[in-house]
C-alpha cells in the first residue's frame, strides 16, 4: 500500500503560487520524500526530493514539516505547462535492494487556469 | 543523449501472443524497473534490476518475464497476453548511490499495449 496521503486534485490560477500537501505518518528516519510529476499523455519526472530541511531547485521547493510527517511541494508561478498529476513517494525497501525503489500512489492532479 | 528509450511506442496485440517490450538507456544506470500504468491509477512496479544479471518481482509481476544480460538493456516480456495486461507501461533508470540517497529515476515514454 502507499504510504502517503495526497488529495485527488486541486486547482490553480496560472501565475500564482501552488502548495501540494503530502501526509506521511509513517515516514522513517532514513526515508528520503520524492515528487515526480506526469505530464499528460508522457512518463513520470523527477521534480524534487529532500530529507529534513527544505530544498530549492529551478523547478519547485520543498517544505519538509519539522516532525517530517507531511511535506509540501511548492510551485511558485504556476504556469499552463505545470498542469500534470504530481506524486509524492516515499522508496519501498521491499523491491529494490538496500536503496529500495519507488511505489506511486494516485497522485494529486493539478488543473492551472488562465 | 538519448535517455531512457522505450519500443514499441504502440502495439496491439491478441489473447495468448507474446511478445517483448523493449527498454535501452545509455547512462551506464545500474537500477531499471518496469512499471505499468492503468487509466486514472498510478504506476505499479512490475519488475525490477538492481544491476546485470539480477532480477526482482516488483507489486505486479504475475504474466511478465525479464532478464538483464546487459546493463543497458532491460526487455519485459509478456508470456501469454491477456485483456487485462492492456495498460501502458513505463520503463525507468537510475543510478545506484552508495551513500544511500535516492536518485533521480529516469522514465521512458512509454508503451502503450492493447490486448484483443
Known amino acids: 500500500d502507499a504510504k502517503t496521503t495526497q488529495p485527488n486534485s486541486m486547482e490553480s490560477n496560472e501565475e500564482e503560487p501552488v502548495h501540494l500537501p503530502c501526509n506521511h505518518s509513517t515516514i522513517s528516519g532514513t526515508d528520503y520524500i520524492h515528487w515526480y510529476r506526469q505530464l499528460p499523455s508522457q512518463g513520470p519526472e523527477y521534480v524534487i526530493h529532500g530529507l529534513t530541511s527544505n530544498v530549492n531547485n529551478r523547478m519547485a521547493s520543498l517544505a519538509i514539516a519539522e516532525d517530517r510527517k507531511s511535506s509540501t511541494l511548492i510551485l511558485h508561478r504556476a504556469t499552463l505547462r505545470d498542469a500534470a498529476v504530481y506524486y509524492c513517494i516515499l522508496r519501498d525497501v521491499r523491491y529494490g535492494g538496500s536503496q529500495g525503489n519507488l511505489i506511486f500512489g494516485k497522485g494529486t492532479k493539478l488543473s492551472v487556469k488562465p | 543523449n538519448a535517455g531512457v528509450t522505450q519500443t514499441p511506442k504502440f502495439q496491439v496485440l491478441k489473447t495468448g501472443q507474446s511478445m517483448t517490450l523493449q527498454c535501452a538507456q545509455d547512462?551506464?544506470?545500474?537500477?531499471m524497473s518496469w512499471y505499468r500504468q492503468d487509466p486514472g491509477m498510478g504506476l505499479r512496479l512490475i519488475h525490477y534490476s538492481v544491476g546485470a544479471g539480477i532480477t526482482d518481482q516488483g507489486e505486479v509481476p504475475n504474466g511478465y518475464n525479464v532478464s538483464r544480460s546487459t546493463t543497458e538493456d532491460f526487455p519485459l516480456r509478456l508470456l501469454s497476453a491477456a485483456p487485462s495486461q492492456t495498460s501502458v507501461y513505463f520503463c525507468?533508470?537510475?543510478?545506484?548511490?552508495?551513500?544511500?540517497?535516492?536518485?533521480?529515476?529516469?522514465f521512458g515514454q512509454g508503451t502503450r499495449l492493447t490486448v484483443v
Open positions: 547512462m551506464n544506470h545500474e537500477y
Open positions: 525507468a533508470s537510475r543510478r545506484a548511490d552508495g551513500s544511500g540517497v535516492n536518485t533521480e529515476a529516469f
